[in-house]
């Protein structure tokens, strides 16, 4: 996955060391000295210019980014957030520092904002690690696998039949505050919370048929 982090904060810096490993990670900061100084502290690349610009955006690699995350101010994250969502970034996770300002992202249309008061940067790895809302919560085989957590959705051409897939294995089905098994009577109902392994070349076909999309 391809992701931009823009600010060289302790957040910014923090998250691209620990993400850094399973993504391929490019750092924006506006201030050279400090875009000089994490450029030492760490394996992402970094370029040093204004965020809000999006020439310099595309240049640190917009179009083809899977996930944008913001640390900068609220007023140059909006701006951000907006170049990121006109050039269909799949994934945009804003940094809000003031709380009041939260409902202008989500006018926006963004659903993964995170607040900086007690700003987690494990949480945000746990947003990055999501499809849509769907939560990948680990990888196994080198990448080769994944365990993901879907809710079956309305629509989903899976409500009413049996608790299986094709193309991967459901472990667990989680269904009104009850953990399940699957048994070969179990039928699956729209709001079932699912453990499912799934092949990564799967993932897509997979993700079809839980959510109907």
């Given at each position: 996955?391809?992701?931009?982090i823009?600010?060289?904060s302790?957040?910014?810096?923090?998250?691209a060391n620990l993400i850094?490993?399973?993504h391929?990670i490019?750092?924006?900061?506006?201030?050279?000295?400090l875009?000089d100084?994490?450029?030492?502290?760490?394996?992402?690349?970094?370029?040093n210019?204004?965020?809000t610009?999006?020439s310099l955006l595309?240049?640190?690699?917009?179009?083809?980014?899977?996930?944008?995350?913001?640390?900068?101010?609220?007023?140059?994250?909006?701006?951000i957030?907006q170049?990121?969502k006109?050039?269909?970034?799949?994934?945009?996770?804003?940094i809000?520092?003031?709380?009041?300002?939260e409902e202008l992202?989500t006018?926006?249309?963004l659903s993964?904002i995170?607040?900086?008061v007690g700003?987690?940067v494990?949480a945000?790895?746990?947003?990055?690690?999501?499809?849509g809302?769907?939560?990948?919560l680990?990888?196994?085989g080198?990448?080769e696998?994944?365990?993901?957590e879907?809710?079956?959705?309305?629509?989903s051409?899976?409500?009413?039949?049996?608790?299986?897939?094709?193309y991967?294995?459901i472990?667990?089905?989680y269904?009104s505050g009850?953990l399940?098994?699957?048994?070969?009577?179990?039928?699956?109902?729209?709001?079932?919370?699912?453990?499912?392994?799934?092949?990564?070349?799967?993932?897509?076909?997979?993700?079809?048929?839980?959510?109907?999309k």
């Amino acid at each position: 996955m391809k992701v931009i982090i823009v600010g060289g904060s302790a957040n910014g810096l923090t998250l691209a060391n620990l993400i850094g490993d399973e993504h391929e990670i490019t750092i924006v900061e506006k201030e050279k000295e400090l875009a000089d100084k994490i450029a030492n502290e760490t394996h992402a690349l970094v370029i040093n210019g204004d965020a809000t610009d999006i020439s310099l955006l595309k240049e640190a690699g917009l179009n083809q980014a899977d996930a944008l995350v913001s640390t900068a101010s609220d007023k140059d994250n909006l701006m951000i957030c907006q170049i990121a969502k006109s050039e269909n970034v799949p994934k945009i996770i804003p940094i809000v520092r003031d709380p009041k300002n939260e409902e202008l992202f989500t006018k926006l249309g963004l659903s993964h904002i995170v607040s900086s008061v007690g700003t987690n940067v494990t949480a945000i790895k746990n947003l990055l690690h999501q499809i849509g809302d769907v939560r990948i919560l680990a990888q196994l085989g080198g990448g080769e696998v994944q365990i993901i957590e879907p809710t079956i959705a309305e629509g989903s051409s899976l409500i009413g039949q049996p608790a299986k897939l094709k193309y991967a294995i459901i472990a667990v089905v989680y269904r009104s505050g009850e953990l399940m098994i699957p048994q070969e009577k179990t039928m699956l109902e729209q709001g079932d919370v699912l453990l499912v392994a799934v092949k990564t070349k799967d993932l897509q076909k997979v993700m079809q048929l839980i959510t109907g999309k």
